[in-house]
């Protein structure tokens, strides 16, 4: 069974940071790219960054991250991770993790097979 549970969401005050984290497993982790979704009330789920399945190649939305989040990953821990720093209350949303093969820093949702839950990210102003 396939589970990708994403943490490290909550409420935090402009310009704080966090890290989100996705823990993974029922799959062959290192065989996955794994893509950052996040969704926002009223809009559509928007990509925000991946990393490749060794984590040598990331990809990022710029117009969203406009340099400040950072996507890793840990395959030896099973974990994917976003930094994301000098955060802004537009970045308010639900974050969600995602895996996929050979997506090749695809920004459509189509693309990922399978889904986390979410995590709230709430940034105040």
């Known amino acids: 069974q396939v589970q990708l549970v994403e943490s490290g969401g909550g409420l935090v005050q402009t310009g704080d940071s966090l890290r989100l984290s996705c823990a993974a497993s029922?799959?062959?982790?290192?065989?996955?790219?794994m893509g950052w979704f996040r969704q926002a009330p009223g809009k559509e789920r928007q990509f925000v960054a991946s990393?490749?399945?060794?984590?040598?190649?990331?990809?990022y939305e710029e117009s969203v991250v406009k340099g400040r989040f950072t996507a890793s990953r840990d395959n030896a821990k099973n974990m994917a991770y976003l930094q994301m720093n000098s955060l802004l209350p537009e970045d308010t949303a639900v974050y969600y993790c995602a895996s996929g093969r050979d997506t090749y820093g695809s920004r459509r949702y189509e693309s990922y097979d399978h889904w986390g839950q979410g995590t709230q990210v709430t940034v105040s102003s």
């Open positions: 029922g799959l062959s982790f290192g065989a996955l790219d």
């Open positions: 990393v490749s399945r060794l984590g040598s190649i990331a990809y």
